[in-house]
């Protein structure tokens, strides 16, 4: 923890009439450095801000991109593509349709992004304690991959369950005539508990785990390498050696450049390891109580090349790819500039 600073003010203290005149007083102002236990609430509740922003951004892209994964390999698609899917959709539903079941998924994206943001630091905390940084030094940039591919892995155990329930709703019929008993949150929880107990909400848990430890390091890897790239062209640009020091003092890029940065970050990580967030849709949009033998990561990694090879696996891809650009970028510039203008103290 850094010592606190004392600073003396220039102006001196009016003496009263229980004081009499002397020379100049001043007091000193105790400026508390911020403690671990502020950082960790800056994470949770900027993160959990910002992942609701981009979650109401990003949710009519999310549930095309899930209905196009769910498409059953036994019979014919229903959907020929990411716009088909969408007129469909807005035909039987309207535009409201393309947002059932956000309920779940505005709290699992305030989880999520919170859990990140704070996984992230306590990775880094982890990687100064066992020497693989210098607190002397800026982090690496191959040290941020790998705290943000902890992030992700510790995050993943949260998320499986939101996401879990989040599919069953967005897929109310997977094509075969079976629907979800109901389409709200709480019944459809109930639903599976009953069907399959406590370990039921981890169904899917291997996909999301490839997805978020992979993707996380993506995303906070791209995102502080691409920071890196603007700073350092930022620098060559100086106008004086002032300036130059004052840029570096300030540590902070415009904002176009942290959306691009953001952007560039959300593309990384939908892009990398979208293979295993289909096979992880497909597993989780099976009908509540259906019968037969449970599916499995493999199984459904097998079933799905089988059935279109590696196209197969990146159904959706494009839409996901499309909505992380706006998502993802305002999801960094809400948290970052959160922390930087109102920062807890």
Sequence with gaps: ???????????PLTPTSSTTASPSITAPV???????????????????VAGVVGKYIEYPFDTVKVRLQAQPDHLPLRYTGPLDCFRQAL????????????SAPLVGAALENSSLFFWERIGRDLAYGFGL????????????????GFAGAMTSFILTP????????????????????????????RDIFRHQGISGFWHGQLGTLIREAGGCAAWF??????????RQWNESRAMSPEHL???????????????????????AYNFLFFPADTVK????????????????????????????????????CGITVLRSVPSSAFIFMVFDGLKMYLPMQ
Excluded at 91 to 102: A, E, Q, V, W
Excluded at 289 to 313: R, Y
Aim: with cysteine; net charge positive.
């Design 1 to 11: 923890m850094e010592p606190a600073v004392t600073l003396k003010p220039e102006v």
């Design 30 to 48: 105790i400026l508390k450095p911020k403690t671990a236990v502020m950082e960790a609430v800056e994470d949770i509740v900027y993160g959990s």
């Design 91 to 102: 035909r039987s539903d309207g535009i409201l349709g393309l947002y059932r079941g956000i």
């Design 133 to 148: 940084a210098s607190h002397d030094k800026p982090l690496s940039l191959q040290t941020l991959w790998l705290t943000g």
């Design 162 to 189: 939101v996401e879990l329930v989040k599919c069953k709703i967005q897929v109310p019929d997977t094509g075969g005539g079976v629907k979800t008993a109901t389409l709200k949150p709480i019944p459809v929880i």
């Design 221 to 230: 890897g791209s995102k502080e390498t691409t920071t890196k790239l603007f």
């Design 245 to 267: 020091a004052q840029m570096r003092a300030d540590d902070a890029i415009p904002l176009w450049q942290q959306a691009v940065a953001g952007a560039s970050a959300g593309m």
């Design 281 to 316: 849709s497909r597993m989780q949009t099976t009908p509540i109580g259906e019968v037969g033998p449970k599916k499995t990561f493999m199984g459904e990694t097998s079933a799905l090349w089988k059935q279109a090879g590696l196209k197969g696996f990146y159904r959706g």
